[in-house]
């Protein structure tokens, strides 16, 4: 029986859920609302006082009339919103072993999402690449960040009829200003933006120092560690997804690794720059990495504290 590509994206997005809903469960759900907190109190029920409350919720009035004494019990006001912004350009489909970038993507946005979903926040989708490709406006529930992976698997897939999510080419090229202009045209007040990129494209500012003066930012690079160390052994015949370059690199001579090392770590400055001067925290993960770790990490330390030293090549470029 042949797959169809409808069912194969089907097929993909059951599997990517099924592999985030356990660690969501067990490990991020309470890890995301100790981080991301809501935007006040709202009142719950008054109770009696019972030893270990806090005092300062004693309401003194209420206690005076009664004789008891009571305190006020309030919950979080969550109503957050959690934005992605998704790079899908020809860059995101690069893989060195296992997953490519983009389904590693899609991960990211379910393990986020699923976590907010679990506190009622609601979730949106800005995909990109040198344009905006597709939006899915803040909505909440289990189906709606379903919906949301499946938009970024399909970025690489097969046009399906119906399908949310068209295929993007492969040689579409990376420049996210207008899609975090989109992302803050869609964020009516003060929510939560997650930037997923590999960010090897043009300086996202002035918008992202905008979108992060109104908004809580955050960055995740994702990065295959073959990037970073670069090829060593032989002639590598490479391409360049976006501009379609070819370009032969000797792997056996030491400058050329060299040379290959200190551009990475010069464009590692760079991009780090970007968020230190937009306000915003940038989380690099690997492929190496367990991508739930990586959130537990920056959910409890920040992203400065949640990087992996012994794994994480990125961590070879000093900040700036």
């Known amino acids: 029986m042949t797959t169809t590509p409808a069912r194969e994206l089907e097929a993909r997005?059951?599997?990517?859920?099924?592999?985030?809903?356990?660690?969501?469960?067990?490990?991020?759900?309470?890890?995301?609302?100790?981080?991301?907190?809501?935007?006040g109190l709202?009142?719950?029920?008054?109770?009696?006082?019972v030893p270990g409350d806090d005092v300062r919720h004693i309401d003194w009035n209420a206690s005076s009339r009664s004789g008891r004494?009571?305190?006020?019990?309030?919950?979080?006001?969550?109503?957050l919103t959690a934005l992605f912004v998704v790079d899908v350009s020809g860059s995101s489909r690069f893989r060195a072993s296992g997953p490519s970038r983009l389904e590693r993507f899609a991960e990211l946005v379910g393990l986020l999402g699923f976590c907010a979903n679990r506190h009622r926040d609601r979730c949106g989708l800005v995909t990109a690449t040198d344009r905006v490709v597709t939006v899915a406006p803040p909505a909440g529930g289990a189906a709606h960040v379903e919906h949301l992976m499946r938009t970024v698997l399909a970025a690489d897939s097969e046009p399906?009829?119906?399908?949310?999510?068209?295929?993007?080419?492969?040689?579409?090229?990376?420049?996210?200003?207008?899609?975090?202009?989109?992302?803050a045209s869609l964020m009516r007040r003060r929510g939560l933006v997650f930037v997923l990129s590999d960010f090897l494209l043009?300086?996202?500012?002035?918008?992202?120092?905008a979108l992060a003066s109104a908004h809580e930012v955050g960055g995740l690079r994702l990065l295959?560690?073959?990037?970073?160390?670069?090829?060593?052994?032989?002639?590598?015949?490479?391409?360049?997804?976006?501009?379609?370059?070819l370009r032969v690199i000797d792997g056996r001579d030491a400058r050329?690794?060299?040379?290959?090392?200190?551009?990475?770590?010069?464009?590692?400055?760079?991009v780090r720059g970007w968020f230190d001067r937009a306000g915003a925290e940038l989380l690099t993960v690997t492929a190496e990495e367990d991508p739930a770790e990586a959130l537990y990490r920056w959910f409890h330390h920040g992203a400065a504290a949640a990087q992996a030293p012994q794994r994480n090549p990125a961590q070879a470029a000093p900040r700036t």
């Open 13 to 39: 997005v059951r599997d990517l859920v099924f592999k985030v809903r356990r660690p969501v469960n067990n490990l991020l759900h309470g890890a995301y609302a100790s981080r991301f907190h809501g935007s």
């Open 42 to 49: 709202e009142f719950a029920e008054m109770r009696e006082y």
């Open 69 to 79: 004494t009571f305190v006020k019990h309030h919950i979080e006001e969550r109503n």
């Open 160 to 183: 399906v009829a119906g399908q949310a999510g068209p295929a993007v080419p492969l040689d579409a090229g990376s420049d996210l200003r207008p899609a975090l202009r989109m992302a």
């Open 202 to 209: 043009p300086e996202p500012m002035p918008e992202l120092g």
């Open 224 to 245: 295959e560690p073959l990037e970073w160390r670069g090829p060593a052994g032989g002639l590598f015949r490479t391409v360049d997804p976006e501009s379609g370059r």
């Open 256 to 270: 050329t690794r060299q040379a290959w090392t200190a551009a990475r770590r010069q464009q590692a400055r760079e």
